[in-house]
């Protein structure tokens, strides 16, 4: 009967109160919406690498050597000589190793020079290593392979040819139209900046650079060249390299023998923790976003207040009726609550819904254009434990109202 | 006795200086039916609010030798709810639930029964005050004021109280429906050996009533105190 009251006394004011549910709605739509995707782009932050032991770079800050390794965003200050490279990567105790070489470009696209260990040891979100959609990895000096979302978004096919800029710039004017690449393989989704690079080996960035100095062309020295084999391709420097240990015990001490190299200033970061230190560079914005979502929740559970302590002078005979046929003051708080309660509940519910909808019908287009793969399941540990701090706060907000009415029914007022 | 007054005196908490009720004795016998009249402003429904242990007074309220002021806040719900039925002049029913809705909150609260006995219980009571099944279900606020008062009766009387209390409860008919409620009421009360208390200000319903105490003479407020 208590329910049935509560229920059949909310149906009674359906106006207002489908005003306070759309309110709590949209503010429970906010709030869960942001944490999501705050969960899923963290999580897709910190996946976009895995496996890796230390990358290794010129001298910077850890998260400039992140970026520029791992995300593709920014440029080295210094490159890696080759035989530096060469001396830490025959190391007794590294198990495999990445040599990245960045620079040129592709229709804004970045390309990765690199050797076919790539394929076999670079691994992402739960050391799940690359997988070819179509095709095989470069073999061949002018072979290409593209990553998802470059072959989806310039519809590339196995066997198209195609030219790399040289810089990073979206439109070049330095075009290396004289040797172009051949699509041999395209590789599967992985939601990383993978999916926006194109992979070619070190020996081909090396060709297409032969007659170029100072990243332009020497003028006068345009001669095709028909045979690379008499060619000494093998770089002189890479921009970093990322490798794996045999001992994950040896991390820290191979970490530090790099960073006092003798033969160059480098450096070595642990991907885990630079990812965690720039994540944490985000953490202003993260705590803003949730303050405002926060806010916008407080609004409605004080909307859903102020209505239902509306209500109460509303149905002041109805409340005197409750009283003299033998409610006590208890039940009329609890009423309020219960009525607090279903406004929440529905509007946790109308959130959730709404929030899911929005999530799988914009998947497609968020990960066109950002890169992110935002799952549309929005219940996670997070999510439940924000949802119980909702229904926390909109009874701790609703006793506002019903403790009006219970002081009220006490003094003998209703 | 059913109600016995004694040395009853309140004030509202937002205006102590000035005394609602100040009534040095009364005293309704059980089975009685007792018409109390007095002018709009004159303590009539402080002087129910007391009866029924919604505010707490000075002095003693005793309804059928239980003195309310004795009782706990939760006590005087659970013997208002057990042994007092109220009827008024408006807002009877909770107005969107139906009347058998109204029936059984009044029954949660008082008996507590539940389930088809009650069910069945309902539907006599409320054929027994000739309403028709096809205004079960409606919700209060759809039947008229002689159909709600009627419902009302009923549910005071599911949890088969000892105190009757009409407050007004004519003053929203016509003439012709009054003397039908009037004679219902009375039939009611008087099958189910109830105490009747009918404040009212309209003195022609006096010649239904076995006794008639003017509120003036019971409450002794005096000019401008």
Request: aromatic share 10%; glycine share 8%; net charge neutral.
């Amino acid at each position: 009967m208590f329910i049935r009251l509560a229920v059949k006394s909310l149906l009674d004011r359906k106006g207002s109160v489908i005003v306070s549910l759309l309110a709590m709605s949209v503010s429970i739509f906010v709030l869960l919406g942001v944490e999501h995707i705050r969960h899923q782009t963290k999580e897709n932050f910190s996946n976009t690498v895995s496996g890796v032991d230390l990358i290794v770079g010129g001298r910077t800050g850890s998260v400039n050597l992140l970026l520029y390794s791992v995300f593709r965003v920014g440029n080295p200050t210094n490159n890696i000589r080759w035989e530096s490279y060469e001396k830490i990567a025959s190391s007794r105790k590294v198990d495999w190793v990445i040599p990245i070489s960045l620079g040129d470009s592709h229709k804004g696209y970045r390309v990765l020079g690199t050797s076919t260990d790539y394929f076999k040891y670079f691994s992402y979100g739960e050391k799940r290593l690359l997988e070819f959609r179509d095709g095989r990895p470069f073999r061949d000096l002018f072979d290409v392979v593209l990553g998802a979302e470059v072959a989806r978004k310039l519809n590339y096919q196995l066997g198209d040819r195609l030219v790399l800029a040289h810089g990073v710039a979206a439109t070049s004017f330095s075009l290396h139209d004289d040797r172009p690449f051949e699509v041999v393989g395209i590789l599967n989704p992985t939601g990383t900046p993978v999916d926006q690079t194109l992979h070619v080996s070190l020996a081909g960035i090396e060709a297409i650079h032969i007659d170029w100095q100072h990243g332009v062309r020497v003028p006068g020295s345009a001669a095709p060249i028909d045979n690379f084999d008499d060619i000494d391709l093998q770089p002189k420097s890479i921009t970093a390299f990322m490798l794996g240990l045999k001992e994950k015990m040896a991390t820290f001490r191979f970490q530090r023998g790099v960073n006092n190299f003798k033969g160059e200033p480098l450096m070595a970061i642990l991907p885990g923790v630079a990812l965690s230190e720039l994540w944490q560079m985000m953490g202003v914005l993260e705590k803003t976003l949730l303050l405002v979502s926060g806010l916008v929740f407080l609004a409605a559970c004080l909307g859903v207040s102020a209505m239902l302590l509306a209500s109460i002078r509303e149905r002041r005979r109805e409340i005197h009726l409750l009283r003299v046929i033998g409610a006590p003051p208890r039940f009329l708080f609890f009423l309020i609550e219960l009525e607090a309660f279903f406004i929440t509940f529905f509007g946790v519910l109308v959130g959730s819904v709404l929030l899911m909808s929005c999530l799988l019908l914009s998947r497609d287009y968020v990960i066109e254009r950002f890169g992110l793969h935002i799952s549309s399941s929005i219940f996670t540990y997070n999510s439940i434990y924000m949802i119980l701090m909702v229904f926390l706060a909109s009874f701790f907000v609703a006793a506002i109202p019903s403790c009006v009415s219970y002081l009220r029914a006490r003094k003998g007022l209703d | 006795m059913a109600i016995d007054l004694k040395d009853v005196q309140y004030s509202y908490p937002s205006n102590p200086g000035k005394m609602v009720l100040n009534i040095p004795s009364w005293s309704v016998p059980e089975g009685e039916k007792t018409f109390l009249y007095g002018p709009s402003g004159g303590g009539k429904s402080t002087l129910l609010n007391a009866l029924s242990g919604l505010i707490k007074t000075t002095g003693n309220v005793t309804i059928f030798g239980q003195e309310l002021n004795g009782l706990s806040a939760k006590q005087r719900d659970r013997f208002r709810a057990k042994n007092i039925g109220f009827v008024f002049q408006q807002f009877n029913l909770i107005s969107y639930l139906d009347a058998l809705d109204n029936i059984k909150l009044a029954s949660a609260f008082g008996s507590g029964r539940r389930g088809e006995i009650l069910e069945e219980e309902i539907k006599n009571l409320l054929n027994e005050l000739n309403i028709s099944a096809d205004e079960w279900h409606e919700p209060a606020r759809n039947l008229s004021i002689g159909q709600q008062q009627r419902i009302a009766i009923a549910r005071s009387l599911i949890n088969k109280p000892q105190l009757l209390i009409a407050d007004e409860p004519t003053s929203s008919l016509d003439h012709a429906n009054r003397d039908i409620f009037m004679s219902l009421l009375m039939n009611i009360v008087e099958e189910h050996k109830i105490t009747l208390l009918l404040v009212s200000h309209d003195m022609s319903l006096s010649a239904h009533f076995s006794s008639t105490v003017s509120l003036n003479e019971i409450n002794r407020i005096e000019e401008g105190g």
